[in-house]
Antibody, heavy 122, light 111 residues
């Protein structure tokens, strides 16, 4: 059974860089036609898709965050990672990693991590 | 990238049916049959309950159904149960560099 697990600091200072890693188990991150993405949810608010990556390195991104976001994949570890720079309190959210199809087989986000709360505060 | 529009809340009594709408534009919902719906209990990750407008993943009961008309997609839950008293969210493929967009979420209250 495919499982995703986020890891990273739960507290980040303003202006610093938020770094999270998602470890995939029960399946390969190199599976054809699937992208691996990050979605966040500020407290009491809706979901916001951040960015996604294919195992080859191809990415799709949210233009509103693109200038601050970096995503990478490590196929040897079956992991992908997110970096969000220059964070502010507005970046406080539960961050989820999730799997979804690509442009030819988009069927929504079918597997999710449990989520990790990241608080931006000094 | 604009979020899809959902009503903040809907309600229904046990056993009844409710419908949650999800309105987008001709660039997302209106152009693609790639709308998906999620349930999200408090403090947990979303769970996919409908994909490609009206398909149910394995294990999702047939009380859940989806449809689309123009730029608006809908999720209908029949035979409401207490466990349905949670948040529901839609998403759509956008066919651009963003790939996908979410709705703001709807809190379903079972009276």
């Amino acid at each position: 059974q495919l499982q995703l697990q986020e890891s990273g600091p739960g507290l980040v200072k303003p202006s610093e860089t938020l770094s999270l890693t998602c470890t995939v188990s029960g399946g390969s991150i190199t599976s054809s036609d699937y992208y691996w993405g990050w979605v966040r949810q500020p407290p009491g608010k809706g979901l916001e898709w951040i960015e996604s990556i294919y195992y080859s390195g191809s990415t799709y991104y949210n233009p509103s965050l693109k200038s601050r976001v970096s995503i990478s994949v490590d196929t040897s570890k079956n992991q992908f990672s997110l970096k969000l720079s220059s964070v502010t309190a507005a970046d406080t959210a539960v961050y989820y990693c999730a799997r979804h199809g690509g442009p030819y087989n988009w069927s929504g986000f079918d597997h999710w991590g449990q989520g990790t709360l990241v608080t931006v505060s000094s | 990238q604009s979020a899809l529009t959902q009503p903040p809340s809907v309600s229904g009594s046990p056993g009844q049916s409710v419908t949650i709408s999800c309105t987008g534009t001709s660039s997302d919902v209106g152009s693609y049959n790639r709308v998906s719906w999620y349930q999200q209990p408090p403090g947990t990750a979303p769970k996919l309950v409908i994909y490609e407008v009206s398909n149910r993943p394995s294990g999702v009961p047939d009380r859940f159904s989806g449809s689309k008309s123009g730029n608006t997609a809908s999720l209908t839950i029949s035979g409401l149960q207490a466990e349905d008293d949670i948040d529901h969210c839609c998403s759509s493929y956008t066919g651009s560099t963003t790939l996908g967009v979410f709705g703001g979420g709807t809190k379903l209250t079972v009276l």
